[in-house]
């Protein structure tokens, strides 16, 4: 699987009209809907928030929630990707025993931070249901998805929602 160009740019630009219409949670909610719906190999998306040393799940979309709502930094590829702070790209999750199991039929996962400057804000996280499902253009284009979502990010560690 693989994100072409030619998808690429008019999502991106759909992403940015998300982000100008919408703000904040709301913002990190829909975008999740549109990079799931437009990209079949995404088959559950997720914002996490950086607070302190948790990751905290802002925003989702899947065909179910995940029970990992709350990650602690020295767990799991999530929390992998904070303390390396780089994109991880996990082709097996079988394979990986950091791997935190969510759903039985996601086989790949990406996770690619979201930066504030150097800071870690946090992440975009993808569940892929075929091995391999990521590439070196998913990792460019959700990395440039990701320098978009840091303000909006950041508006909700600034005023986070209540907890569940």
Known sequence: MSVSPKAARPALLQIDAILTRLGAAPAL???C???RSSFPHYRWVGVYRK???TLVLDAWSGEAPTEHTRIPIERGVCGRAVREGRTVIVDDVRSDPEYLACFLETRSE???PIRDGSSILGEIDIDGIVEGAFDASDRAFL???ASKLSR???RVGA???PPD
């Open 51 to 53: 607070d302190g040393e």
């Open 29 to 31: 909610e829909e975008v």
């Open 159 to 161: 005023n986070p929602p």
């Open 33 to 35: 809907r549109f990079l």
């Open 110 to 112: 990406i996770v690619v």
């Open 143 to 145: 990395e440039t998805v």
């Open 152 to 154: 909006d990010v950041a």
